[in-house]
């Protein structure tokens, strides 16, 4: 740990740099999958997904600098490297080889959903080891994944209820 005048005691500190390092790792690998979506979506609706791909694209890697940033900031190393990614991500891989817009877009979904899970749970642990600030900032990036979220699911059909007999 570098020298700081953060107010935080040191041995939160750490644990929050090893949680944000954590959750870096993911960031890094979701953009990198956001990218695959993005080049190698195909489908009426391509330039549109195409489109929304890199947007999401560019969201989370957003997320990934708040992410260094606040490690940096508590006097830690952020661990962005794509080597440490690969050993630290907690994503499933992304599957190859896809084209289908469709596909693609429940791919997309299911990466970004289970990104905003391990966010929430980061709030909580952030919360529990006393690092209010970090929860602020997993609560702000869990906001931004809802929304991306949001934005992708939006290009999938609803499901449609058939009315019922009789009314």
């Given at each position: 740990m570098q020298k700081t005048h953060n107010t935080l005691p040191e041995e939160i500190r750490i644990q929050s740099v090893e949680?944000?390092?954590?959750?870096?790792?993911?960031?890094i690998d979701l953009h990198a999958q956001m990218k695959q979506a993005h080049w190698n979506v195909r489908g009426p609706g391509f330039i549109a997904i195409h489109e929304l791909f890199d947007k999401v694209s560019a969201q989370v890697e957003d997320f990934?600098?708040?992410?260094?940033?606040?490690?940096?900031?508590?006097?830690?190393?952020?661990?962005g490297t794509i080597q440490?990614?690969?050993?630290?991500?907690?994503?499933?891989?992304?599957p190859l080889g896809i084209a289908d817009e469709l596909e693609h877009l429940f791919a997309v979904s299911n990466v970004l959903a289970a990104f905003g899970g391990s966010i929430i749970e980061a709030i909580e642990k952030s919360t529990e080891i006393g690092d209010a600030t970090t929860a602020d900032l997993f609560t702000e990036i869990s906001r931004g994944v809802d929304q991306q979220l949001w934005f992708v699911e939006s290009h999938l059909a609803p499901k449609q209820e058939h009315p019922k007999k009789g009314k």
């Open positions: 949680l944000l390092n954590l959750n870096l790792a993911a960031a990934s600098d708040l992410i260094a940033e606040r490690a940096g900031g508590l006097g830690g190393t952020a661990n440490i990614a690969v050993k630290q991500s907690y994503l499933n891989p992304y």
